[in-house]
Nanobody, 117 residues
Framework: QVQLVESGGGLVQPGGSLRLSCAASGSIARLNVMAWGRQAPGKERELIAS???????NYADSVKGRFTISRDNAKNTVYLQMTSLNVEDTAVYYCNAKRILPPLTSWGQGTQVTVSS
C-alpha cells in the first residue's frame, strides 16, 4: 500500500495561484498513473489531472490551460501547479495513485483549497 500525503492547500484570491504537493511513502516510479482529483461541496469527486510513468499528461476541460501536473520520481512527489484560480475551483483536492500489476489504487486524505475574495 502506498500512503499519500497532500499539502499546499489554503485560501487564495480569485486569479491567484497555488502549488499542491503529494508525497508518497514509497517509490512512485513504478506507479503507472499519478493523478489529482477534487471534490466540491455537494458534488462528486472528479479527476482533473493525471500523469503516467512515461510523463504523459491529461487534464479535465475545466482546468486545461490553467493547471499543470508534474512528478519528481527522485522525491516520490507529485505536484499540481494551479493558476488563474476561480471560486469554482474551491474544493478538497486529493492525490491518487494507480498501479496495474499488482493492482493498486490509493487516495490521500486531501487538502482544502478555497478561492475567495
Amino acid at each position: 500500500q502506498v500512503q499519500l500525503v497532500e499539502s499546499g492547500g489554503g485560501l487564495v484570491q480569485p486569479g491567484g495561484s497555488l502549488r499542491l504537493s503529494c508525497a508518497a511513502s514509497g517509490s512512485i516510479a513504478r506507479l503507472n498513473v499519478m493523478a489529482w482529483g477534487r471534490q466540491a461541496p455537494g458534488k462528486e469527486r472528479e479527476l482533473i489531472a493525471s500523469i503516467t510513468s512515461a510523463g504523459s499528461t491529461n487534464y479535465a476541460d475545466s482546468v486545461k490551460g490553467r493547471f499543470t501536473i508534474s512528478r519528481d520520481n527522485a522525491k516520490n512527489t507529485v505536484y499540481l501547479q494551479m493558476t488563474s484560480l476561480n471560486v469554482e475551483d474551491t474544493a478538497v483536492y486529493y492525490c491518487n495513485a494507480k498501479r496495474i500489476l499488482p493492482p493498486l489504487t490509493s487516495w490521500g486524505q486531501g487538502t482544502q483549497v478555497t478561492v475567495s475574495s
